[in-house]
């Protein structure tokens, strides 16, 4: 599967990139908009996020929306925040059927993108403000969502072990932003950083399934009518971040399991020429079920039922996950340093490097056949701002030998090892 | 091999049983870069009490299904993931309360890989040694499912609405219950369930059909299954009224969860009965409570829930229930307000715009799902161990009117069957 490639345009000052993919059955549509992750904006990001998707000035209550996208065989529809790198992106998604597949032949594509243009381009408003009881009640649930980060205990473990690594970077921020800032925020202060952000940052617009790309780009040029200014530039994220000494950071509450996580920095990001044996190291670290920490944690020593890493690749941090024993936290962090040893020093089979580079290449190969992770892999291309297509990133697996990847591994470094416990003494079982 | 085409889908599916019992169905998807198979077994977590054909009865430990499928995977020459990882494969199992299914997909070397799934999880090895190492690794894996509110809650609520059945029971059972666990209890659950009159392989991904079916039939052929009479599973009576109305744990959260479930009375439903029972609770719960109602609305105004709250249902021949909630300041005043809000819906009945408006709702996310390979594999083989038809779902929705979703409220909307789960936060 080669030849499916996006056609890059530009409408509006916006970007536009279309995949014509005639193996799915329905239409994804995605809109992102960059800016710089900060203090000042990522809260206010996270609360417009939801205020958009509330009600717009044609459909001014929530009913209304949802009942139009029913009716649009169920359009799928939802906004986000994410963070890629020191960068946040507000997200809108929509996917709605391909029309060839109904009885019923409504230009389903063309009322899908005229509905994400009423959500970004004529929300509903009040005065100079946004509407503001939706502003109130999206207020509560955001910091609902933040009060809740907490419940997820291994997805509190890797925030949190983010946080302490990054505590005096701009990444050291949740996406959903701070929970101290939310009540200062008012309908018109939103409106107005509303207006700045769609008008001047970099908006890329992704369509993929069984389109025409001419079609597409006159439909988004009439359907979603922003008035753009000119493009800001934005901050490119701090990679490169020297580690003296790592830091422990143990945390207690009322859990059974223990959760550490190990945060490493890689010195490396989706840019570098160096990414790809990144990859490989993560690999072989720990990303598969025949990577080390599986074998030695899990399999070998029975100390835990996940153990692995992953890799932040806008940020260059490296992240070690499991969930233990408590009284088993020195065993446990032992022998995942004596893995990252066993890296530095080669030791690492032609089997490792055979049976990483083939799952490594599956993994990405198989990106192809969703929609979603598709334009995941371009926009790492525009957020990195290299482009790498699929096999590129093959080529560059396969050219991987064990001392790129053992040249790599010198630049990890331990930055911080956190654990999450129970309030028990040590020793003391739980 | 038979051929069936589904001209509104634009699939074609290929079908054939083995001389066997085994039955085998492949679908290709040309475009697509993966292979995706499963290989599963009508064997769950709720299968802890059966009688062999010619054998005693038998009562076997909580977890042992999932038990088992943690153990397929490592061979005496070592772990399988070592060769599926050689050729490029990812592999994966899970249990549910009904089906073990074990999997993989691959962009490459397909056809090996499909000879390796077959052939290990038709290959038990369990040792004394092995079993007892495995007993850390799913003890790690039971406390990670204690410490998540989510799986807490939802088993909490499965332990009020069931007296004896035993969905109710945790899939990976309780460090206790697996401490019981050997491998000749093992190798007696292994023989049980695992005959390929027991199993399905569903295949789909850029394969060629033909050169499928002549592997996997060589391939069994080789190994010489000798036929086996259905086992017999023992379930238990269930009342129609829950076991209890309400209860509530504490846990470290920062927001409160509730679940409101109903049990459905299903006993004997097969079929494509059952697919549209199932339907019919789905529109069901999408007027009532989807998030277009007016309940969902006025939830949501009070700031009773959020974008986590949702409906789903679970119905299989022996049990069917349906779920609803999610995360709420107020656990009390919103099992309040949805039981207020669906009994005033029960008196007055759902109107035939509404009930279009759903339906085609349905039929357009099910196009949706039929771009995942994952989904179609999967609800495919969930479909058939019911003896109903996944691609009969749209002839299904297009065929019900809005009186059988009538009919469904009045029947499943009954007080004594409904229970409510909470957490809370703890201190």
């Known amino acids: 599967m080669t030849s499916l490639t996006f056609v890059d345009d530009t409408v509006r000052q916006m970007s536009v990139h279309v995949l014509k993919a005639n193996k799915f059955k329905t239409n994804t549509i995605v809109l992102q908009i960059h800016q710089d992750l900060?203090?000042?904006?990522?809260?206010?990001?996270?609360?417009?996020?939801?205020?958009?998707?509330?009600?717009?000035?044609?459909?001014?209550?929530?009913?209304?929306?949802?009942?139009?996208?029913?009716?649009?065989?169920?359009?799928?529809?939802?906004?986000?925040?994410i963070k890629k790198g020191e960068r946040q992106i507000l997200q809108l998604y929509l996917e709605v059927a391909n029309e060839r597949y109904l009885s019923d032949p409504a230009p389903l594509l063309a009322e899908g993108i005229q509905f994400l243009g009423e959500v970004i381009a004529r929300p509903l408003t009040e005065g100079n403000g946004f509407f503001s009881r939706h502003v109130?009640?999206?207020?509560?649930?955001?910091?609902?969502?933040?009060?809740?980060?907490?419940?997820?205990?291994?997805?509190?473990?890797?925030?949190?072990?983010?946080?302490?690594?990054?505590?005096?970077?701009?990444?050291?921020?949740?996406?959903?932003?701070?929970?101290?800032?939310?009540?200062?925020?008012?309908?018109?202060?939103?409106?107005?950083?509303?207006?700045?952000?769609?008008?001047?940052?970099?908006?890329?617009?992704?369509?993929?399934?069984?389109?025409?790309?001419?079609?597409v780009k006159t439909e988004i040029e009439k359907r979603i009518p922003l008035e753009r200014k000119s493009v800001?530039?934005?901050?490119?994220?701090?990679?490169?971040?020297?580690?003296?000494?790592?830091?422990?950071?143990?945390?207690?509450?009322?859990?059974?399991?223990?959760?550490?996580?190990?945060?490493?920095?890689?010195?490396?990001?989706?840019?570098?020429?160096?990414?790809v044996h990144l990859l490989m190291y993560n690999g072989i670290l720990g990303g598969f079920p025949h990577s080390k920490l599986f074998i030695n944690v899990r399999e070998k020593a029975s100390l835990a039922y996940y153990a692995s890493s992953r890799l932040e690749s806008h940020k260059g941090l490296l992240i070690i996950m499991s969930g233990i024993e408590i009284p088993n936290y020195q065993k446990a962090v032992d022998i995942m340093k004596e893995q990252m040893k066993m890296m530095r020093d080669g030791q690492i089979s032609e089997q490792e490097l055979k049976q990483t580079r083939a799952t490594l290449s599956n993994q990405l190969r198989e990106m192809m056949d969703h929609p979603r992770t598709m334009i995941d892999l371009h926009f790492n291309g525009i957020i990195s701002g290299r482009h790498r297509t699929l096999e590129e990133l093959l080529d560059e697996i396969n050219r991987t030998r064990i001392e790129d990847i053992q040249r790599v591994s010198e630049k990890v470094a331990i930055d911080t090892i956190y654990f999450l416990r129970n309030h028990e003494q040590e020793g003391s079982s739980s | 091999m038979k051929k069936i085409y589904y001209d509104q889908l634009?699939?074609?599916?290929?079908?054939?049983?083995?001389?066997?019992?085994?039955?085998?169905?492949?679908?290709?998807?040309?475009?697509?870069?993966?292979?995706?198979?499963?290989?599963?077994?009508r064997y769950g977590s709720i299968d802890h009490h059966f009688l062999p054909a010619g054998d005693q009865e038998v009562k076997v430990p909580d977890g042992i299904a999932h038990f088992l499928e943690h153990k397929m995977f490592e061979k005496e020459e070592g772990d399988v993931f070592t060769k599926f990882s050689n050729?490029?494969?990812?592999?994966?199992?899970?249990?549910?309360f009904t089906r073990t299914s074990y999997l993989f997909s691959s962009t490459d070397h397909v056809y090996e890989n499909l000879e390796t799934l077959v052939d290990f999880v038709q290959d038990p090895y369990f040792t004394e040694k092995t079993v007892e190492k495995e007993k850390g690794i799913i003890g790690q894996e039971i406390r990670m499912y204690q410490d998540n509110p989510d799986w807490r809650v939802f088993f909490g609520l499965l332990d009020n609405l069931y007296v004896h059945h035993p969905v109710k029971i945790d899939i990976a059972g309780t460090i206790e219950s697996i401490a019981d666990i050997d491998k000749d209890l093992l190798y007696r659950c292994y023989r049980t369930?695992?005959?390929?009159?027991?199993?399905?392989?569903?295949?789909?991904?850029?394969?060629?059909?033909?050169?499928?079916?002549?592997?996997?039939?060589?391939?069994?052929?080789?190994?010489?299954?000798?036929?086996?009479?259905?086992?017999?599973?023992?379930?238990?009576?269930?009342?129609?009224?829950?076991?209890?109305?309400?209860?509530?744990?504490?846990?470290?959260?920062?927001?409160?969860?509730?679940?409101?479930?109903?049990?459905?009375?299903?006993?004997?439903?097969?079929?494509?009965?059952?697919?549209?029972?199932?339907?019919?609770?789905?529109?069901?719960?999408?007027?009532?409570?989807?998030?277009?109602?007016?309940?969902?609305?006025?939830?949501?105004?009070?700031?009773?829930i959020d974008d986590s709250f949702s409906y789903d249902v679970t119905v299989e021949p022996e049990f069917a229930f349906s779920v609803i909630g999610g995360d709420t300041k107020d656990p009390d005043a919103l099992a309040t307000q949805v039981k207020d809000g669906i009994f005033r819906a029960l008196n007055q009945g759902i109107d035939a715009e509404e009930f279009e408006v759903s339906r085609n709702k349905k039929i357009g996310h099910f196009l949706r799902s039929l771009n995942s390979v994952e989904f179609i594999a999967n609800q495919f083989t969930k479909y058939r161990f019911q003896e109903s038809d996944l691609f009969r779902v749209i002839p299904v929705l297009e065929e019900m009117s809005h009186e059988d979703v009538n009919r469904r409220l009045r029947e499943h909307i009954v007080e004594e069957r409904l229970a409510v789960s909470v957490v809370k936060p703890a201190g």
Request: proline content about 5%; some cysteine.
């Open chain 2, 10 to 41: 634009d699939e074609t599916l290929y079908v054939e049983t083995l001389d066997n019992g085994l039955s085998v169905y492949v679908l290709p998807k040309h475009g697509f870069s993966k292979t995706y198979a499963t290989f599963t077994t």
């Open chain 2, 87 to 96: 050729q490029g494969a990812s592999a994966n199992a899970f249990t549910s």
């Open chain 1, 136 to 215: 109130e009640t999206e207020k509560e649930t955001l910091k609902r969502k933040l009060e809740s980060l907490v419940d997820d205990k291994i997805r509190y473990a890797a925030q949190r072990v983010t946080e302490s690594m990054c505590h005096d970077e701009p990444y050291r921020f949740h996406p959903y932003g701070r929970k101290e800032d939310i009540d200062s925020i008012t309908p018109e202060d939103l409106y107005e950083f509303y207006l700045h952000l769609v008008r001047t940052h970099p908006i890329d617009v992704y369509v993929v399934g069984d389109v025409d790309p001419e079609q």
């Open chain 1, 38 to 81: 900060r203090e000042q904006t990522v809260t206010k990001t996270a609360l417009l996020s939801l205020v958009l998707k509330r009600a717009t000035e044609k459909y001014p209550t929530s009913q209304k929306l949802r009942e139009h996208l029913d009716r649009l065989y169920g359009a799928v529809f939802d906004t986000d925040v």
């Open chain 1, 232 to 275: 800001v530039n934005l901050n490119r994220t701090v990679i490169l971040h020297p580690v003296s000494q790592a830091k422990e950071v143990i945390e207690r509450m009322q859990v059974t399991q223990g959760k550490l996580n190990i945060g490493c920095r890689t010195q490396l990001s989706y840019a570098d020429d160096e990414y």
């Open chain 2, 193 to 304: 369930f695992y005959h390929p009159s027991n199993m399905l392989l569903f295949v789909v991904g850029s394969v060629e059909p033909e050169k499928i079916f002549t592997m996997i039939k060589e391939n069994q052929a080789r190994k010489g299954f000798s036929s086996q009479e259905p086992v017999k599973r023992l379930f238990p009576d269930e009342p129609e009224k829950v076991s209890k109305p309400k209860s509530e744990v504490e846990l470290h959260v920062g927001v409160p969860k509730c679940l409101i479930g109903i049990k459905d009375s299903v006993k004997g439903l097969n079929g494509e009965e059952l697919l549209k029972r199932e339907l019919e609770l789905l529109i069901l719960w999408d007027i009532l409570i989807g998030p277009r109602s007016g309940l969902y609305q006025d939830l949501y105004d009070q700031g009773l």
